[in-house]
């Protein structure tokens, strides 16, 4: 048992470490380079499981999953490199296999310490507040009117600080919980992304569940409309403020913005890619290959380029990104995969609707239409917080059920846990 507490431990370590360092995705070697601090944190987590957590036990369909998954991208890769002369990105292949094996090893380590990853989420939010405070010192003495917060785009910022948000608000519940959550949302949209706005509904529904009948909603409800009436007043001073009202108040405004124009396109273009022939219809390009296809597939690129003129240099460098992460799985993997994947998310989503857990079905749905036009795939907290939300989900659902338990067992003329105390218990676990 001592092995197994030292192990967890150094697990929960990088459990912490994790989330404490999530949104410091600048690279160590510039804007150009893709390793930053961020990536530590998955791969230490996955070598510290593989070396220590031996009662971690890894299911056959999974490792399955892995293989399949690894084995149809291996096929794409040597169908291109002998058809076109593509070489194979190993390094994307390389990249995906850790975050895959990370968030199945995390969520297998949240089921098994259920209390000690709880406190680990919450304490590396917590540490990753004087993170955020640095690089937003870093922007300011540099002279942004938007802040990145560390990462290397300000709109993957932005979905950092939305879901550790809903973590704090949903699953956390204390009272700094939630005062740290409304100051992590309201940082978001210093990023001057429109992605906080898909977090929003999400959001709202976690906190009004959060309060309970009584006072706090009350209270709740009174700081909305008195924080909707600052807006309606003083809606001219908020704008110049948060810009990204700007961007949001007028339609004419957001249509013609070149970066959304640009990522119409390059999704436009992706299934340009997807329909060119029947091989890259049903085994894929391979990961991280949408460059060399935007290059050499009969497709036009003469309209990006009149758009977006950075998107055509970059593919000829093999890095021009997409910018959709729906539509990057679309073209990259074969059908088999696809399919797996499809089948995944509507089963995670139908059990959403079947529990009524309408907070979650709002964060997945955000989470989806914001990254229809971004790469969140490509980044760490991608799938740190997509294995996260599955545990704390499962976590909370698990809680409840032992609660109910007590409730059931509990000898007569004994007192039963009433609401309030069973919510007191659950607390107390976490």
Request: charged share 15%.
């Amino acid at each position: 048992m001592g092995t197994r507490r030292q192990a967890l431990s150094v697990m929960g370590l990088f459990v912490t470490l994790n989330f404490a360092t999530v949104s410091v995705g600048v690279s160590f070697s510039g804007g150009e380079g893709k390793f930053s601090l961020s990536n530590f944190g998955p791969v230490l987590f996955v070598a510290a499981a593989l070396l220590l957590a031996r009662d971690l036990k890894v299911p056959r369909t999974v490792v399955l999953s892995l293989l399949v998954f690894n084995v149809c991208a291996l096929g794409s890769y040597f169908f291109f490199l002998t058809t076109l002369g593509w070489s194979p990105n190993f390094v994307v292949l390389a990249f995906q296999n850790v975050e895959l094996a990370f968030a199945w090893l995390l969520f297998a380590f949240a089921i098994s310490r259920r209390q000690e990853f709880v406190s680990c989420v919450r304490l590396g939010i917590y540490l990753s507040l004087p993170v955020l405070a640095y690089f937003v010192a870093q922007d300011i003495a540099q002279g942004r009117l938007s802040f990145y917060f560390g990462m290397d785009d300000k709109s993957h910022a932005s979905v950092i600080l939305c879901c550790e948000s809903f973590i704090l608000i949903r699953y956390l519940r204390k009272p700094s919980d939630h005062i740290v959550a409304l100051t992590l949302y309201v940082l978001s949209f210093l990023t001057v992304s429109r992605l906080p706005v898909f977090f929003a509904p999400a959001l709202f529904l976690a906190g009004f569940q959060a309060t309970g009948p009584g006072l706090a909603r009350q209270i709740l409800i009174l700081a909305i409309g008195l924080i909707l009436f600052v807006l309606m007043l003083n809606g001219e001073i908020i704008i110049k403020t948060f810009v990204v009202f700007d961007r949001l108040s007028s339609v004419a405004a957001v249509a013609g913005e070149g970066s959304t124009s640009a990522h119409l396109l390059l999704i436009k273009k992706a299934c340009e890619i997807k329909l060119a022939n029947a091989v890259s219809f049903f085994i894929g390009i391979g990961p991280g290959n949408f460059s060399k296809a935007l290059i050499d597939f009969p497709v036009s690129i003469f309209d990006i380029n009149a758009v977006d003129p950075s998107v055509v240099p970059y593919a000829l460098e093999g890095r021009a990104p997409l910018h959709s992460t729906p539509f990057s799985f679309l073209i990259d993997y074969n059908f088999i995969v696809l399919a797996g994947l499809g089948v995944t998310l509507c089963k995670g989503l139908s059990k959403l609707v079947t529990k009524a857990l309408w907070p979650e079905l709002l964060i997945a749905i955000g989470f989806i239409g914001a990254s229809t036009f971004y790469s969140f795939h490509n980044k760490p907290y991608f799938f740190l917080f997509v294995a996260s939300f599955i545990a704390l989900i499962t976590v909370s659902q698990k809680t409840s059920s032992a609660v109910k338990e007590q409730q059931m067992s509990a000898p007569r003329g004994q007192p039963q846990l009433g609401p309030s105390s069973a919510g007191k218990l659950e607390v107390a676990r976490r």
